[in-house]
């Protein structure tokens, strides 16, 4: 702990401020999940403020990391698997749910038209 009282006064506020941040952004992301009345918007939370908040925490990391020992590729390796992975699985599993016809909270708008790609084709075998 007294390697980042050696930290410049300058960084340890920013270090303090992307951690505040993202403990923000990680909270309501959490509260969302817990909150929201259905799937499609409990999805939407922690894709998106979660996200946000691992985010502004692993750049109090690289500030920390790269004032102390130097750039470090790690903490940039796990910013960009974090960035790249989050979004990919939040669409698979809506497209599962659209697939499946999960049900959705009475006020939740359901842009699916005829025409629309993401129509069900029904057959009749």
Same mark, same amino acid.
């Given at each position: ?10 960084? /340890? ?6 951690? +505040? *941040?993202? @403990? #923000? !952004?990680? &909270? ?5 999940? %817990? ?32 004032? /102390? ?6 903490? +940039? *390796?796990? @910013? #960009? !698997?974090? &960035? ?5 699985? %939040? ?35």
């Amino acid at each position: 702990m007294d390697a980042l009282n050696e930290l410049p006064v300058w960084s /340890q506020w920013l270090v303090g401020f992307f951690i +505040l *941040l993202g @403990a #923000i !952004f990680a &909270f309501i992301g959490s509260l969302g999940l %817990a909150v929201l009345p259905d799937f499609f918007t409990r999805l939407h939370a922690p894709t998106k403020n979660t996200t946000l908040g691992i985010g502004g925490i692993v750049i109090a990391t690289i500030i920390v990391m790269s004032l /102390q020992n130097g750039p470090s590729l790690s903490e +940039l *390796l796990i @910013a #960009i !698997f974090l &960035f790249l992975t989050a979004p990919i699985s %939040a669409h698979i599993m809506a497209k599962a749910a659209l697939h499946t016809e999960l049900k959705m909270f009475h006020k939740t708008r359901d842009f699916r038209k005829e025409g629309d790609a993401y129509e069900h084709e029904k057959t009749d075998s």
